[in-house]
């Protein structure tokens, strides 16, 4: 089992920045990602963005590429979402995953969620 833990949610203005951590525990042996997806109330669980472990190579939704930035820190098992120049439809629960598959960009490859942080941008 793999334990996440999101933090770093909040209200924020519209053009202002947050970074959102997710850090993992357990038995992470296995693990070839993690990604961050977003939900809002009604609509499907989205993509953001992913990193592989392996060679670190980045993934990013459209929505989002040029201002959210991924990036992890092998030694704390911690991954970051620099997420800046928010904008209003950025609003959602954040959510930490882990991947057991190397397809990083589906939600069908992670075995392993967080709870979930809050991330409000106000207009």
């Known amino acids: 089992q793999v334990q996440l833990v999101e933090s770093g949610g909040g209200l924020v203005q519209a053009g202002g920045s947050l970074r959102l951590s997710c850090a993992a525990s357990?038995?992470?042996?296995?693990?070839?990602?993690t990604g961050w997806f977003r939900q809002t109330l009604g609509k499907e669980r989205e993509f953001v963005a992913a990193?592989?472990?392996?060679?670190?190579?980045?993934y990013y939704a459209d929505s989002v590429k040029g201002r959210f930035t991924i990036s992890g820190d092998n030694a704390k098992n911690t991954v970051y979402l620099q997420m800046n120049s928010l904008k209003f439809e950025d609003t959602a629960v954040y959510y930490c995953?882990?991947?057991?598959?190397?397809?990083?960009?589906?939600?069908?490859?992670?075995?392993?969620w967080g709870q979930g942080t809050q991330v409000t941008v106000s207009s």
């Open positions: 995953a882990a991947a057991n598959s190397v397809l990083v960009q589906s939600k069908g490859a992670y075995a392993y």
């Open positions: 357990g038995r992470t042996f296995g693990i070839y990602g």
């Open positions: 990193i592989r472990w392996s060679g670190g190579r980045t």
